[in-house]
T-cell receptor
Framework: EPEVTQTPSHQVTQMGQEVILRCVPI?????FYWYRQILGQKVEFLVS????????KSEIFDDQFSVERPDGSNFTLKIRSTKLEDSAMYFC????????????????FGPGTRLTVL | QKEVEQNSGPLSVPEGAIASLNCTYS??????FFWYRQYSGKSPELIMS??SNGDKEDGRFTAQLNKASQYVSLLIRDSQPSDSATYLC???????????WGLGTSLAVNP
């Protein structure tokens, strides 16, 4: 069964450093998302991406964050200057293009990248 | 502020019993709702989706949606120890919009 993959599984970085988190969405999916989950807290939406542009973003997704689809398979999240409070699990998700209601609204998640900022 | 609320639990049930998990939401514009299972340190895994009022059954799982009451529930029949996890309720306003999440209910199924 197709699945979303993410690398690395764990990233440790120093405060102020840049990190790039990578995702390979399910191949026939067209909408991509980044969420994060700080330990013990709710899953939080960061950004959605469709047709090579940001579709929606949250207040968390400030100028320190950017997303890119550099080729036909990868989807990346870049944090330019990491802060201690960026430490979290980062999840990539993907879904098919919505045609109305039904299963194509379902978002499937990758295994996550645990980001630790020291 | 659009919110999804869940009782954090823990909910403890004996093996073989029915586990009932509940969720309320504040945004009347929400159209689609999803139940995800999350094991500790892992990513959310989609269990059920529901879009219309009423019940939807899939194996041991039944999701229920009541849009008038802004209420979603998940029933797990014949609970197994492997069902022990945190169950996350999420909703969105449709058309590939962002998911808004509850904090999750921790379920423990005791052998």
């Amino acid at each position: 069964e197709p699945e979303v993959t993410q690398t690395p599984s764990h990233q440790v970085t120093q405060m102020g450093q840049e990190v790039i988190l990578r995702c390979v969405p399910i191949s026939n999916h067209l909408y991509f998302y980044w969420y994060r989950q700080i330990l013990g807290q709710k899953v939080e939406f960061l950004v959605s991406f469709y047709n090579n542009e940001i579709s929606e973003k949250s207040e968390i997704f400030d100028d320190q964050f950017s997303v890119e689809r550099p080729d036909g398979s990868n989807f990346t999240l870049k944090i330019r200057s990491t802060k201690l409070e960026d430490s979290a699990m980062y999840f990539c998700a993907s879904t098919q293009l919505t045609t109305g209601t039904g299963k194509d609204n379902e978002q499937f998640f990758g295994p996550g990248t645990r980001l630790t900022v020291l | 502020q659009k919110e999804v609320e869940q009782n954090s639990g823990p909910l403890s049930v004996p093996e073989g019993a029915i586990a009932s998990l509940n969720c309320t939401y504040s945004d009347r514009g929400s159209q689609s709702f999803f139940w995800y299972r999350q094991y500790s340190g892992k990513s959310p895994e989609l269990i059920m989706s529901i879009y219309s009022n009423g019940d939807k059954e899939d194996g041991r799982f039944t999701a229920q949606l009541n849009k008038a009451s802004q209420y979603v529930s998940l029933l797990i029949r014949d609970s197994q120890p492997s069902d022990s996890a945190t169950y996350l309720c999420a909703g969105h306003a449709g058309n590939n919009r962002k998911l808004i999440w509850g904090l999750g209910t921790s379920l423990a199924v005791n052998p």
